[in-house]
């Protein structure tokens, strides 16, 4: 109540020091440094203009294309849509605020490409049994040949996932052939 008489002094055309002198001479404690601070506190950060700009371009993309249907850039992810941002009005926007402001959003891009699966469920309905712990969690033995235990990995690469058994009692590969980029079973 205090801060808009003082807002409206202020349209007046008087000064804040002023204004809080003649306060403090009737009787009211306030200081030009406690209204500024109240000031400062009720704007709005720069941040959500800026944000909300960005916002409205993003969403317009959604029904930007013809008969109101997406336009194609909605697809893209975080890098191309900070590049495409910043041909398009603007030019300092970082790729952090994109991907705050696209995460807000609900926009992921497309991800292409085939995912591979390396753990296949059982299907609803059904139960599959894991196979007995034999060995009781003991893989050590006495002589070779006893004890025969392989795990079956997918290892990534850059040209995809390699499959690799291992044999855990001698740290060997278990035969020729067991490092693949296909597995037939």
């Given at each position: 109540?205090?801060?808009?008489?003082?807002?409206?002094?202020?349209?007046?055309?008087?000064?804040?020091?002023?204004?809080?002198?003649?306060?403090?001479?009737?009787?009211?404690?306030?200081?030009?440094?406690?209204?500024?601070?109240?000031?400062?506190?009720?704007?709005?950060?720069?941040?959500?203009?800026?944000?909300?700009?960005?916002?409205?371009?993003?969403?317009?993309?959604?029904?930007g294309g013809p008969d109101g249907r997406p336009m194609p850039e909605v697809l893209y992810g975080r890098r191309k849509m900070t590049m495409w941002l910043r041909r398009n009005g603007f030019p300092?926007?970082?790729?952090?605020?994109?991907?705050?402001?696209?995460?807000d959003e609900g926009m992921h891009g497309v991800v292409r490409g085939a995912q591979t699966r390396t753990t296949i469920g059982a299907k609803a309905?059904?139960?599959?049994?894991r196979a007995a712990d034999l060995l009781k969690?003991?893989?050590?033995?006495?002589?070779?040949?006893?004890?025969?235990?392989?795990d079956f990995t997918y290892v990534p690469s850059w040209c995809g996932f390699v499959y690799v058994a291992f044999d855990s009692g001698h740290g060997k590969l278990p035969g020729d052939g067991h490092l693949a980029a296909r597995w037939r079973t």
């Open positions: 109540m205090i801060c808009g008489f003082i807002d409206a002094q202020r349209v007046v055309g008087h000064r804040v020091e002023l204004i809080c002198q003649v306060l403090r001479e009737q009787g009211l404690a306030v200081t030009p440094r406690s209204y500024r601070s109240w000031r400062a506190a009720a704007g709005v950060p720069a941040r959500v203009f800026s944000d909300a700009t960005v916002i409205d371009v993003l969403r317009g993309l959604r029904t300092d926007i970082g790729k952090r605020t994109v991907d705050r402001v696209m995460h309905g059904t139960e599959k049994v969690r003991n893989f050590h033995t006495g002589a070779p040949n006893r004890a025969w235990v392989t």
